[in-house]
């Protein structure tokens, strides 16, 4: 079978990687810039024999897909900022529980409803730390339309390799943005969720394997399970024990820390050897991109370092990046959350280029932060 071209839209993009991914359950409540996720999903979804629930707020939503992922669905929900403040203590029940799904955060202007329609990225911590408990995260970032359908299948295997809610975070200008987007002749095969193959009176849903995740038995079938919100020992039930909470806080860690290699995601641009390198994920890597090229073409030695998986943030490959960089920028739609981070793994002051008024960061904007700080090179 041939590639097939298409024009989508970022949220159809999101949506139609959902569906190839084998995703057939949606739980959500619509809120722009997300909703014609949701809109998509209700006629979609019946049209292949999956389940599509307008729900009452985004709290039951995220409460749907904890119950539709345990009995076997692939589940996944689409939301902005606000919405996904609302979500986030089901979401610590979704990681406490180990349940694997998808959420996507379409994000906007805030604090709270902010300016509802226009662009920003300022959800990056909350993408992080936003749900109570000391847990790890996954959070993917498209960067172009094309990166919504690729991002989105990859965050269903990644949710079901993890046994682990995995985040997408976009933004209003990916999210409505109209590109080409190349599909696979075949669509790849979905390895699908690992089944216990024990007898059932063996079966401990939180015991770990090798890699520290456990297989899902799905609601339902012959493996009976309990799961509770408090902390639970390998069986499932209660337990209060600080040895047993330790080891449970240390699992939900090291398993995405055995997966780092699956979850290092990122793009560079003339990145080698640069002497000035920005670092921007999403709708400001757009813009960034669009400024290095414009520089190196006037003779500056700039690259772009533009990271796909936003937590675990590529560390070592940013490093390496950044190894031969006299001056490092941060452009984003925020107030410095990226710079944080940057700052944090590079152990150096970095400049930002911050946008955060509703309006899109431009390639004008991120070549005037480069100017800003060109000093001569020897």
């Known amino acids: 079978m041939a590639e097939r071209v298409e024009f989508w839209q970022g949220n159809e993009a999101i949506l139609e990687g959902a569906l190839a991914a084998g995703a057939r359950f ?6 722009t810039p997300s909703s014609e996720i949701a809109e998509l999903a209700s006629w979609r979804l019946p049209a292949v024999g999956g389940v599509y629930l307008q729900m009452e707020d985004e709290i039951a939503s995220m409460a749907a897909l904890v119950g539709a992922s345990l009995a076997g669905a692939r589940a996944f929900t689409a939301t902005s900022g606000p919405g996904f403040s609302l979500m986030q203590e089901n979401l610590g029940l979704a990681i406490a529980l180990e349940v694997p799904c998808v959420v996507v955060d379409i ?44 991002l989105t299948m990859r965050a269903f295997e ?5 046994r682990q809610p995995v985040i997408l975070l976009g933004d209003e200008v990916i999210a409505h943005a109209r590109e080409r987007v190349v599909l696979p002749g075949s669509p790849p095969a979905c390895a699908g969720r690992p089944e216990p193959a024990c007898p059932p009176e063996q079966y401990r849903p939180y015991a770990g394997g090798p890699d520290g995740v456990a297989p899902l038995a799905r609601f339902g079938s012959r493996y009976v399970f309990h799961v509770s919100s408090s902390m639970h020992d390998e069986t499932g039930f209660p337990n209060a024990q600080p040895e047993n909470a330790a080891r449970v806080i240390a699992r939900l860690h090291e398993k995405i820390a055995r997966h780092a290699a699956d979850l290092e995601l990122y793009r560079t641009y003339h990145a080698e050897g640069a002497r000035y390198l920005v670092v921007a994920y999403g709708a400001a890597a757009r813009a960034a991109r669009a400024a290095v090229e414009e520089a190196r073409a006037a003779g500056l030695p700039a690259g772009l370092f533009v990271p796909l998986v936003l937590w675990p943030f590529p560390a070592r490959a940013l490093a390496r990046a950044a190894a031969d960089a006299r001056e490092v920028l941060v452009a984003e739609m925020s107030y410095g959350q990226l710079a944080l981070e940057v700052e944090r793994i590079l ?16 390639p004008e904007e991120v070549l005037a932060g480069l100017e800003r700080v060109l000093t001569p090179c020897p």
Request: hydrophobic share 35%; glycine share 10%.
């Open 26 to 31: 949606y739980a959500g409540y619509p809120i």
């Open 107 to 150: 994000q906007r202007s805030g604090p709270s409803t902010g300016l509802a329609t226009r662009p920003a990225q300022a959800d990056l911590m909350q993408a992080r730390w936003g749900t109570h408990g000391d847990h790890p995260a996954v959070v993917l970032a498209p960067a172009t339309v094309q990166d919504c359908y690729d």
């Open 158 to 162: 990644l949710a079901d390799m993890l």
């Open 347 to 362: 152990h150096r002051d970095v400049a930002g280029i911050n946008r955060y008024d509703g309006e899109m960061l431009t």
